[in-house]
């Protein structure tokens, strides 16, 4: 019960709410999107071009991540 008690203090801080739950969910989109770029690099027919932008999705995630990801630490150190 003691362990239930500070999980549940320690998802109602702010900072897990706003930086590292966000940053999370950006990490795994772009580990996503840097499989999928590497699958559209590694294709076999050449003319066969998708629609998804999948290189600028893992930048852009990957961006997102590190700022949120660096915000969510430094939230962690102070608290």
Known sequence: MLLQGAIADWFDQDWVQWF???GSFALILAIIAWWGDRRRMRRS???AVG???WRDLAFWSGFAA???LAAAGRGWISS
Do not use: G, I, S, T
């Open 20 to 22: 590292l739950l966000p």
């Open 51 to 53: 629609l998804m932008p």
């Open 66 to 68: 590190v700022l949120l």
């Open 45 to 47: 027919n050449p003319d």
